[in-house]
């Protein structure tokens, strides 16, 4: 009996040992610093964060919100510690203008109808040509800033026929209320805010059809370096929060909008054209040359006595992450 009785106890503690594993055998999850934009452009991250598909995939992320994707780049990636950034692509390639130790490794919206003018009807602006003479606020070295010198030619305003002032993105619907600028140009939440600040006062111009930009990933290259893994699961996940767009748009919106303490009307109409997909297309290569084009004569305007700069984007992009998860989200041929 006593034999039996050790037996038992013996079994025991082996089942024991073996279904219980020390804790130090379960990997802990990797902390990644992201730096995100309170853009609409940058939903799939929003969602990756805020609908747990980070954590899902072995991700514990350390955030920090910046008004727009420039700031994010600039301050959290740049001169911060973040490791990841959602940003626009014109901050993007005036990084790379500057040598940055970034990387490109998807892109993750793309959209024509995103930004936009709101002006003071106050101010005798009741057409986009009464733009003329007037001072208008942007963003400086920014999507919006290329957006401002691209569009406005396009409907017969050279941009020696205004006044163009740069301010912070967060301040230029109190400067339009304020009467310091007449118009702004600008996205949102940023047109929303001025229009509940004017009231009937505001007047708005968008422009479909006529600019795209995309939204890209950037990381550094630290992060590729240390942990490529780390990298693959920061995409599965975006993959993931891209397919609840698909499943859930409503949904999908209203998480990015309680996140960033809007309401959900406020992107309504923009959310309508947006095209949130990761994925990494030949076509914004073609898109960064022409920008890349621009930031050189932005360099020549403000006397940056500079020698030509060859277009060397192709030397900050990397699509194999991408690639070697899912193929067919990358039309990328300058690596082939």
């Known amino acids: 009996m006593k034999s039996l009785l050790r037996m038992i106890?013996?079994?025991?503690?082996?089942?024991?040992?073996?279904?219980?594993?020390?804790?130090?055998?379960?990997?802990?999850?990797?902390?990644?610093?992201?730096?995100?934009?309170?853009?609409?452009?940058a939903i799939l991250l929003h969602l990756a964060i805020n609908e747990g598909f980070l954590d899902n995939?072995?991700?514990?992320?350390?955030?920090?919100?910046?008004?727009?994707?420039?700031r994010a780049l600039q301050e959290g990636l740049i001169n911060g510690d973040a490791q990841v950034v959602s940003t626009a692509d014109i901050p993007f390639i005036l990084?790379?203008?500057?040598?940055?130790?970034?990387?490109?490794?998807?892109?993750l919206s793309f959209n024509d109808n995103v930004n936009g003018i709101i002006a003071n009807r106050q101010k005798g602006i009741n057409n986009i040509s009464d733009l003329k003479g007037?001072?208008?606020?942007?963003?400086?070295?920014?999507?919006?800033h290329h957006f401002h010198d691209s569009i406005l030619p396009l409907y017969g305003i050279k941009l020696t026929d205004i006044n163009t002032l740069f301010f912070k993105a967060e301040t230029l619907p109190a400067r339009l209320y304020r009467g310091e600028i007449d118009a702004f140009t600008m996205r949102e939440p940023f047109l929303n805010q001025a229009k509940s600040?004017?009231?009937?006062?505001?007047?708005?111009?968008?422009?479909?059809?006529?600019?795209?930009?995309?939204?890209?990933?950037?990381?550094?290259?630290?992060?590729?370096?240390?942990?490529p893994e780390t990298v693959s699961n920061i995409l599965k996940a975006l993959a993931d929060a891209e397919q609840y767009v698909r499943m859930h748009p409503q949904k999908a919106l209203a998480s990015f909008a309680k996140n960033i303490d809007m309401p959900e009307h406020a992107f309504a109409h923009d959310w309508q054209s947006y095209n949130a997909q990761l994925q990494f297309p030949q076509a914004a290569l073609t898109l960064w040359e022409g920008q890349w084009q621009w930031e050189e004569?932005?360099?020549?305007?403000?006397?940056?006595?500079?020698?030509?700069?060859?277009?060397?984007?192709?030397?900050?992009?990397?699509?194999?992450?991408?690639?070697?998860l899912y193929p067919n989200k990358v039309s990328v041929i300058a690596h082939e």
């Open 95 to 107: 990084a790379i203008h500057e040598h940055h130790s970034i990387t490109c490794l998807a892109t």
């Open 134 to 144: 007037k001072r208008i606020g942007t963003q400086e070295n920014s999507t919006v």
């Open 57 to 70: 995939h072995g991700i514990t992320a350390e955030v920090s919100y910046y008004p727009s994707g420039k």
């Open 197 to 227: 600040l004017l009231g009937n006062d505001a007047i708005s111009f968008k422009f479909p059809n006529d600019y795209i930009q995309y939204e890209v990933l950037l990381a550094k290259n630290q992060l590729l370096h240390d942990s």
């Open 297 to 324: 004569t932005l360099e020549e305007k403000n006397h940056v006595h500079t020698e030509p700069h060859e277009f060397m984007v192709l030397d900050y992009i990397n699509e194999h992450f991408l690639k070697d």
């Open 9 to 41: 106890c013996c079994c025991c503690v082996i089942f024991s040992s073996s279904c219980h594993k020390p804790l130090t055998d379960i990997p802990a999850p990797v902390t990644v610093k992201f730096a995100v934009p309170m853009q609409l452009s």
